[in-house]
């Protein structure tokens, strides 16, 4: 379910978008919602600079991607061991935790 995400570092336009975001971060949920988003990014090439400046998004919203972030060999194994092992997933008590 979520295998196959960019890894942070990563440059993409939204199709609903006019600038590039980066990723940096992965399966997160934005506060006072209750919504999985695959993706947070900032706008680049500034940065995070306040909160306000976080996007929340899923990778069907993705345009384009124009740059792939670092992957190393923690990168991947994040990938496989982690991010490729997690099935559905719902928020409980701000947390995410497994879905039954």
């Known amino acids: 379910m979520y295998e196959d995400l960019l890894p942070c570092g990563s440059i993409v336009k939204l199709a609903a978008g006019e600038r ?7 399966v997160v949920v934005a506060d006072g919602n209750d919504r ?3 993706y947070v990014g900032t706008l680049y090439p500034e940065g995070l600079s306040k909160p ?3 996007y929340f998004f899923d990778r069907d919203a993705i345009e384009r991607i124009l740059f792939i972030g670092f ?3 923690n990168e991947l ?3 496989e061991e ?3 092992q997690l099935g559905p997933l719902k928020l409980v008590d701000g ?6």
């Open 36 to 38: 999985i988003f695959d």
């Open 52 to 54: 306000d400046d976080m």
């Open 71 to 73: 992957q190393d060999e």
């Open 95 to 100: 947390e995410l935790v497994e879905a039954d």
């Open 82 to 84: 982690v991010l490729g």
């Open 20 to 26: 590039f975001l980066m990723i940096c971060g992965r």
């Open 77 to 79: 194994a994040y990938q």
